[in-house]
């Protein structure tokens, strides 16, 4: 009974290492980063067929095939948590101030995010538009920071995939 158990925790273990590392190659692909995905496929592929291969040589047993579900089920979340704290890539924000305050975009800028504004025209008045470009592990940071000056901000975030020119090739970095 004992290894029993001990083999469905083999098989869970296997398969959330397998989707843990195919979420996370997969994220590295989109990213554009190539090289790095390319590496991790080949443990991951690995990983793969021994998962494969153990499952495949036991499936007598419905604890083993649940084993296998319920670990790459496991593995989904596993590697989007993993993905989450590397944070790679980069944000930009669209932040919408109902208010015309030139100190928030100062401030982000002395903190090193790279901003551009212009005035908008909204249903009640003036506002303040900015545009604001940050590496992607400083974004609840770059929240942050706006909440304490302009609770009221509107503020979505998009990923650029590729960039070049302006604050981006001088401050951020190249990819």
């Given at each position: 009974?004992?290894?029993?158990?001990?083999?469905v925790?083999?098989?869970?273990?296997?398969?959330?290492?397998?989707?843990?590392?195919?979420t996370?190659?997969?994220?590295?692909?989109i990213?554009?980063?190539?090289?790095?995905?390319?590496f991790?496929?080949?443990?991951?592929?690995?990983?793969?067929?021994?998962?494969?291969s153990?499952?495949?040589?036991?499936?007598?047993?419905?604890?083993?095939?649940?084993?296998?579900?319920?670990g790459?089920?496991?593995?989904?979340?596993?590697?989007?948590?993993?993905?989450?704290?590397?944070?790679?890539?980069?944000?930009?924000?669209?932040?919408?101030?109902?208010?015309?305050?030139?100190?928030?975009?100062?401030?982000?800028?002395?903190?090193?995010?790279?901003?551009?504004?212009?005035?908008?025209?909204?249903?009640?008045?003036?506002?303040?538009?900015?545009?604001?470009?940050?590496k992607?592990?400083?974004?609840?940071?770059?929240?942050?920071?706006?909440?304490?000056?302009?609770?009221?901000?509107?503020?979505?975030?998009?990923?650029?995939?590729?960039?070049?020119?302006?604050?981006?090739?001088?401050?951020?970095?190249?990819?």
């Amino acid at each position: 009974m004992k290894q029993a158990v001990q083999f469905v925790l083999l098989i869970v273990v296997i398969n959330i290492t397998y989707v843990s590392l195919t979420t996370v190659r997969l994220i590295l692909m989109i990213k554009g980063l190539r090289k790095y995905a390319s590496f991790l496929s080949v443990a991951e592929v690995f990983v793969y067929i021994m998962g494969l291969s153990i499952i495949l040589n036991n499936l007598q047993s419905y604890w083993n095939i649940a084993a296998y579900c319920l670990g790459y089920g496991m593995g989904v979340y596993c590697g989007s948590r993993i993905e989450e704290k590397l944070a790679l890539g980069y944000i930009t924000a669209e932040v919408i101030v109902d208010t015309i305050n030139d100190d928030l975009p100062e401030m982000l800028r002395d903190k090193g995010f790279g901003v551009t504004t212009w005035i908008g025209e909204g249903r009640d008045g003036q506002r303040l538009l900015m545009i604001v470009l940050a590496k992607r592990n400083r974004q609840k940071e770059l929240l942050k920071m706006i909440d304490h000056v302009c609770p009221g901000a509107f503020v979505f975030f998009e990923e650029p995939k590729y960039f070049r020119g302006g604050f981006g090739a001088n401050k951020l970095g190249r990819r």
